[in-house]
Structures are given as C-alpha cells and as structure tokens.
C-alpha cells in the first residue's frame, strides 16, 4: 500500500520561506517520478516541480523557477520542496504525487502519477 504523507505547511508573509516534505512508503520509488502540485479553491490542480528518484533531475513550472527547489533523501525516503521568496499567489493546498515514468521526460500533468497524498495547506498573506 502506497503512501504518501505531506507536512510542512502553514501561514507565512510574503517574502518568507516553508520547507514541505513528503514521506513516501509501500514501495520502491527508484522507478518513479514524484511530483509537487497545488490546489488554491476555485481553480484546477497546477504542476509546481517534480523529480525524478533515480537521477534526481528535476523540473519546475515557470512561476516558481528561481524560488522553489525540489530535492529528495533516499536514506528517508521523502521529497522536499524548499519555498523561497513566497508570495501571496503561491497561497494553495500542496499536494505530493509519484507516477511510475515511462517516458525519457517528467511529466508535468496530473494524469501521469498516480498515488497523491492529503495535502498540505500553505498560506501566504501580504
């Protein structure tokens, strides 16, 4: 049974920094690509940054390139995503995601993972 497990969010001003982490469980993930992505109410899940286990080449979506950084520990299992430099609009319900790869690029849609997490609430006021 897969599991994934986000923690790390909360309230935080503008211009400050969260780290979230996802501690991942029920396989072996060296196969698999693991992926951020965020909710804010009213509006479709977006891609925020993936990577891939095994290489550890990772991707990002243009608005959080520069400030965002996704990293992973094999030795615990979990994926980060290191929040720099937040804003306002950055506010959403993050959510982790692992998808088996099977293309040479990392997909960035939410059709290509297929386990998530709960979610993990990030609020960003001004």
């Known amino acids: 049974q897969v599991q994934l497990v986000e923690s790390g969010g909360g309230l935080v001003q503008a211009g400050g920094s969260l780290r979230l982490s996802c501690a991942a469980s029920?396989?072996?993930?060296?196969?698999?690509?693991m992926g951020w992505f965020r909710q804010a109410p009213g509006k479709e899940r977006e891609f925020v940054a993936a990577?891939?286990?095994?290489?550890?080449?990772?991707v990002y979506s243009d608005s959080v390139k520069g400030r965002f950084t996704i990293s992973r520990d094999n030795a615990k299992n979990t994926v980060y995503l290191q929040m720099n430099s937040l804003r306002p609009e950055d506010t959403a319900s993050y959510y982790c995601?692992?998808?088996?790869?099977?293309?040479?690029?990392?997909?960035?849609?939410?059709?290509?993972?297929?386990?998530w997490g709960q979610g993990t609430q990030v609020t960003v006021s001004s």
């Open positions: 995601a692992a998808g088996y790869y099977r293309r040479a690029t990392i997909s960035r849609t939410t059709d290509a993972y297929n386990y």
């Open positions: 029920g396989r072996t993930f060296s196969t698999y690509d």
């Open positions: 990577i891939r286990w095994s290489t550890g080449i990772t």
